[in-house]
């Protein structure tokens, strides 16, 4: 559960206890520790990419070491709310980004790195561990996310569910839109763009 008394925008950011004194605003994420949300007012996605050019500079030895790890290259993957709409502006919603996220992480099906929790889509780097499958992952962690939203939309805000109403062949609603982004990160410079 994201603390509450950290809340107070609409931008959430995944950060590690163990990195606290060496990333830039605290931002590094990681399996090793329980993930925390914290709230941050100004550009998210320029926090987000600070976080990434310190795990691609070539002083870092602690993120080359952290990311070698795994067989797996980091991989920075995007979901986004069908239509852009801002579903994840209450706080219960980030909630079950967040433990769906420790779920994953328990089960040592993936790192965690880094993410970010926006009111329409969230950010996320991390690294899919050996023995497990990249689109399997992220298959149900999507599944899992969208299954459990629309409950609490049925069961607390019908009308709000009714806008995610698309009657297509496979399913009546759909949270996330189809196709996320998922890039591999395969090397530093390309770490740096995304």
């Given at each position: ?128 561990q050996k023995g497990f499958v990249r689109e399997n992952v992220q298959r149900d962690f999507l599944k899992f996310t969208s299954q459990t939203i629309k409950r609490d939309l049925k069961k607390n ?38």
């Open positions: 559960m994201i603390d509450k008394s950290l809340m107070r925008g609409d931008v959430h950011v995944g950060f590690c206890e163990r990195f606290a004194g060496e990333t830039p605003a605290h931002l590094l994420g990681c399996s090793c520790c329980r993930l925390r949300g914290l709230a941050i007012t100004n550009n998210s996605l320029a926090m987000l990419y600070k976080t990434i050019e310190w795990l691609s500079s070539d002083s870092n030895n602690l993120a080359q070491k952290h990311f070698s790890i795994t067989p797996h290259h980091p991989q920075y993957f995007t979901a986004t709310i069908l239509e852009w709409k801002h579903l994840l502006k209450p706080d219960k919603y980030k909630d079950v980004i967040i433990d769906s996220l420790k779920f994953l992480v328990k089960e040592k099906r993936v790192q965690v790195n880094t993410f970010v929790i926006m009111s329409n889509h969230i950010h996320l780097i991390w690294q899919v805000h019908p009308a709000v569910l009714e806008k995610f109403l698309v009657n297509a062949k496979d399913r009546k609603y759909q949270i996330w839109e189809r196709n996320p982004l998922s890039l591999d990160l395969l090397t530093k410079r390309y770490l740096f763009k995304r």
